[in-house]
T-cell receptor, first 115, second 113 residues
Framework: KNQVEQSPQSLIILEGKNCTLQCNYTVSPFSNLRWYKQDTGRGPVSLTIMTFSENTKSNGRYTATLDADTKQSSLHITASQLSDSASYICVVTARWGGGGNKLTFGTGTQLKVEL | DAGVTQSPTHLIKTRGQQVTLRCSPKSGHDTVSWYQQALGQGPQFIFQYYEEEERQRGNFPDRFSGHQFPNYSSELNVNALLLGDSALYLC????????????FGPGTRLTVL
């Protein structure tokens, strides 16, 4: 069964500090892994995407890593801001016949940045 | 470009009723996927439509059905509503293909009383 597990479940950090979120997956056949940011009551917005051959990808203050051998990914946020407060969801895409794809979502890490 | 739009934004129904949610994909996208997100949980895949046909389906009962129109917009129908159907329903659109990003709409918040 395809699964995506994230840790920690929730996290509180002070503004300006760094943090790292973890994602472990058992999805096959693997196509790509994305990190999404979801503000409360809104749809998720993609931060990064990595395919099998990529092991790091940056988007501003967000840096994602991927270890396809151990099936682990991390999202590192540097110099956190109050606006970073949101749920961060790891999403792994499995290949599907006919050119389609199927996404498996983690339950997310709820990040709160405080003054 | 309006991006993915969904209607209505909020909806309240009672048990046993039926509901229809609507989604317009991002301009140029041909594939629409629907997800159910319970409070505090990650989205769960319901089904995906391409070329007006259901191409993939998640682990949801037949009470959940859908449709895609020639203009690529889509509807999600849920019959015989249960309390447990209360959730945020997300629509995502994309171009057919493995690496094409799914763009999400703002969602429809359904409350079943």
């Amino acid at each position: 069964k395809n699964q995506v597990e994230q840790s920690p479940q929730s996290l509180i950090i002070l503004e300006g500090k760094n943090c790292t979120l973890q994602c472990n997956y058992t999805v096959s056949p693997f196509s790509n892994l994305r990190w999404y940011k979801q503000d409360t009551g809104r749809g998720p917005v993609s931060l990064t995407i990595m395919t099998f051959s990529e092991n790091t990808k940056s988007n501003g203050r967000y840096t994602a890593t991927l270890d396809a051998d151990t099936k682990q990914s991390s999202l590192h946020i540097t110099a956190s801001q109050l606006s970073d407060s949101a749920s961060y969801i790891c999403v792994v895409t499995a290949r599907w016949g006919g050119g389609g794809n199927k996404l498996t979502f983690g339950t997310g890490t709820q990040l709160k940045v405080e003054l | 470009d309006a991006g993915v739009t969904q209607s209505p934004t909020h909806l309240i129904k009672t048990r046993g009723q039926q509901v229809t949610l609507r989604c317009s994909p991002k301009s140029g996208h041909d594939t629409v996927s629907w997800y159910q997100q319970a409070l505090g949980q990650g989205p769960q895949f319901i089904f995906q439509y391409y070329e007006e046909e259901e191409r993939q389906r998640g682990n949801f009962p037949d009470r959940f059905s859908g449709h895609q129109f020639p203009n690529y917009s889509s509807e999600l129908n849920v019959n015989a509503l249960l309390l447990g159907d209360s959730a945020l329903y997300l629509c995502a659109s994309s171009l057919r293909g493995d690496h094409n990003e799914q763009f999400f709409g703002p969602g429809t918040r359904l409350t079943v009383l």
